[in-house]
């Protein structure tokens, strides 16, 4: 029972994960099908985006104080039923509304999960097998994504992409109705952290809000740099207030745990460089190695497989053996080395050669660092605030994939926009550009391992990890 429970965790998990990808390769079908233009097709992402990392941390803290089965519940059941009204949908406004209300819903169920899954299995060497299966849900999602979302759209439509979470969505709550045990926190009748509820989802969506736009407004432009001034201040503000509050929403006695910090910071910078990459594989292969949709989304397929063997049934051997900051900063740094492999591809490039070895070792690496990251993150967390912790290390997660997609999305499209303008031939401009972007990945990659070595580099750490 133990065991069917986690898997209905898991499943919702990967489907609300890979929606932020599912719908990307759908993306110029719904543009002409919708007529939205470039700057606002944008939106039908971005805003399922915002909502998504706003309001993980609230949701989160809400399961530690009303209940986790609930807010999973709720969480479970609007997201299905804006899957099913984002499939309807007639116009551009009410795509964008719904895929808000999507995320919110993605926000709610994803957040209590982790937190669910280290109260199901207390033992350790369970405990760590139950996060290696969670983990691959986060590692593999968007990239199953990819796949699902080329093979909907070009056998069906772009609404399959949206359709398809339906009967997942209602099997799973049937399921989790019934399967999850009732759990109830000291609810909200002894005072809820109103004002810092506001300020960190209003300064968080406020960030992820302009990071998205500063891929068209510039980092240097006056409205990025003040939206961004003003999103910092909010979070500042939640700061403070956190440490004066009664019942604080985000409790900071947690980043006393040197743990759970370090494995947040990691967690940004290895976010940034993967996400980013895999918004940048699918425009080389696209638009230089000139693949369709459906070949697109299968030429993902290595890295998620790679993924499932690593986290599935390496992960937790690796990491009781050697400890979990060998075997996170070892992941990484294979990722680091296919992201440099990358960063030398060609205009006239092949995909046996030049991409597929690179997404394999990615795989291998990625499978073995998610979940050793994963179990840090919620390393010596108290019972009270296993909810919070979850939903901090997925806002982290979100904040990075945000803050990798623009940074090298904008750095690609600048060295493009430069040699095209010298007269340079497109596809050598472009190709140009994502090696850049490769680049670039690989430097906050290098990060995250020089990170995961100086923050968890003492052996009580490393008990408290494999424990």
Known sequence: MRALTLAVLCAVSLMVVLDGSIVAVALPAIQNDLGFTPSTLAWVVNAYLIAFAGLLLLSGRLG???GRKRVFLAGLGLFTLASLLC???QDQAQLIVFRFLQGAGGALASAVVLGMITTLYPEPRARAKAIGVYSFTQAAGSSIGLIAGGTLTQLLDWHWTFFVNLPIGAIALVLAVRLLADDRGP?????????????VTGGLMLLVYTIVKAEEYTWADARTLGLLAVSLLLLAGFVLRQAKARQPLLPLRIFRLRAVSGANVVMVLMVAGLFGFQFITALYLQRVLELDALSTGFAFLPAPLSIAVMSLV?????????G??????TGLSLVTLALGFLATVEADGNYTT??????VLMGIGFGAAMPALMGQAMSGVAPADTGVASGLINTTQQIGAAIGTAVLATAAASRTGSLLAEGTAIPEALTSGYRTAYALSAGLLALAVFSATVFLRTRKVQEAIVA
């Open 324 to 329: 979990a900051r060998t075997v996170l900063v």
């Open 354 to 359: 030049d991409v597929l070895p690179a997404l």
């Open 87 to 89: 499939g309807i949908a």
């Open 187 to 199: 609810g909200l009748r002894g005072g809820t952290d109103v004002t810092g509820a506001g300020l």
């Open 314 to 322: 390496f992960a937790e051997r690796l990491n009781h053996r050697f």
């Open 64 to 66: 530690d104080l009303i």
